[in-house]
């Protein structure tokens, strides 16, 4: 039997999640976040450069990311944020997350 992770998402990725309105959207990536509970080191793919250490999931069409972490010693995987793709857009996803992280915001940990 596969072991079944823990799924904690961040007050960002919540409040995120929350602003949603279309429910089919909705539902698409609370069944993507859902689906973390097995194998999540699998799911997605690594991220690179500021991002190492991260993944990225592509959910409701392609268009939006969730960026988690997989903690492995714990068996947590932390969602941490959700948001659309924009390339080359100062609101794309992967953009705000380099800019947590050249802060220190993004790490999951209390």
């Known amino acids: 039997m ?15 999640l929350s602003k949603i309105k279309d429910q089919r959207t909705y539902q698409s990536i609370a069944r ?3 689906g973390l509970a097995q194998e ?3 799911q997605g793919k690594p991220l690179v450069g500021p991002l190492m250490g991260y993944r990225s999931l592509r959910a409701a ?9 997989v903690d492995a010693g714990k068996v947590i995987v932390y ?3 959700i948001g659309l ?4 857009d100062r609101g794309d996803i992967y953009a705000l997350a ?3 992280v050249k802060l220190g915001l993004l790490d999951p940990t209390p």
Do not use: M
């Open 79 to 81: 969602v941490l944020l």
């Open 2 to 16: 596969a072991t079944l992770w823990s799924i904690e998402l961040t007050q960002t990725a919540i409040d995120t």
């Open 32 to 34: 993507r976040i859902n």
């Open 85 to 88: 793709r924009k390339e080359g």
């Open 40 to 42: 999540p080191d699998k």
């Open 98 to 100: 380099q800019r947590l």
């Open 61 to 69: 069409g392609q268009r939006y990311r969730i960026i988690y972490k």
